[in-house]
Structure formats: structure tokens, C-alpha cells
């Protein structure tokens, strides 16, 4: 999505935690899933096997850690007011913190990127996935690097730039992808 790369990057503190990961990966579902709120039990067993999880307990508990990793940052408070339209006077729970997240970009009509961070469980490492609005065009640059910030930054790149698909491609198979991140 459009604006969670950036919300995320901006929230966090160690933003290459895998816990970041999957937040992102179930905060997508959430906006899904709105204006109904959605359960964190679906949630962490949707990704199971994601970053070699295959408890929903280990799952909640990464994410948990990346909402405390977040609210060790003082400075960026007045951007947790933004997304839950109130002072925190508390750290969120994960629970709290996909739903807000996902209600601020689904009424902010983020529209899905173009590009989207994922990874190959296998090798660890983080690659990208296109899909256009044509269901059956879409292409996967798999296990480019283990470096989360990189990827994002990347995925970034491309999005914000709307480089398209075939541009892309030429990019990748010229091996200068790394170079935008």
C-alpha cells in the first residue's frame, strides 16, 4: 500500500525486525477487512509461515515487539495521534495499533501499490512482487536482499515514481535495482 511502506518507516525504530514485517503484512488484511474490525487470532494464523513462524503465538509476540519498539520513540507520538485521532496516553496493543492503521489508510483510500515487499522464507531474504490491475500480469523479483531498509527503500522508489512494470524488469535484469534503495 501506497502510504503503510512510509507510516511504517517513519514509526519505526528498528524497522528491519522481522516483527515489522508482519505487521505490515497484517495491516494490509485489516484495511481488507474495513470498516469491520478484524481478528488478531485470523490475522496470526493467516501468516503462518511467514518469516519460518509457524505459531500464531510467535507471530503476535514479534509484532508485539515491534508496537513496544514503536512506542519507545517519544518523537513520534504526534504521528500515533495522527492515525488514532486521540493522545495515547498508553503503549497500544498490536491489536489496537493494525486496527488504527488500517482505519486511517482505509479512509484515506489508499489504493494497493504497484509494488510490494516480499519474502522468500528459504533464503531469508526480502524480494518484490508486482501486481497491475490486469490479474494475469504480474512479475515477482524474489530474494534480492536480507536488508528490510533497503527493500523498502526500493520499493519506495518505485512506487512513489511509478516506474512501470517493464522498467522495472529492465532495472532488475541490468542488476541496478540495488542501486535505487
Known sequence: MK??????????NHG????????????????????MPVSMDHLCKQLVGISGKQ????????????VDDIWSRPDIRPLLKKYYYRDL????????????LARYLWE?????????????????????????????????FPAITKDRA???????????NQVPLETAKDIYLSGKLLELG
Open 108 to 140: 484515506q483510500g489508499d489504493e494497493p501499490d504497484l509494488y510490494e515487499i516480499t519474502l522468500d522464507a528459504c533464503s531469508g531474504k526480502f524480494g518484490i512482487i508486482s501486481h497491475t490491475k490486469d490479474p494475469a500480469v504480474w512479475a515477482a
Open 150 to 160: 533497503q527493500i523498502e527503500r526500493i520499493v519506495c522508489h518505485l512506487c512513489e
Open 55 to 66: 505459531n500464531p503465538e510467535t507471530i503476535y509476540r514479534s509484532m508485539a515487539r515491534a
Open 16 to 35: 528491519s525486525w522481522e516483527g515489522y514485517g508482519l505487521l505490515h503484512l497484517a495491516i494490509k488484511e485489516a484495511v481488507k477487512a474495513q470498516p
Open 89 to 100: 496516553v498508553e503503549k497500544p496493543t498490536p491489536d489496537s495499533f493494525i486496527c488504527a
Open 3 to 12: 502510504n503503510l511502506s512510509r507510516i511504517l518507516s517513519e514509526l519505526s
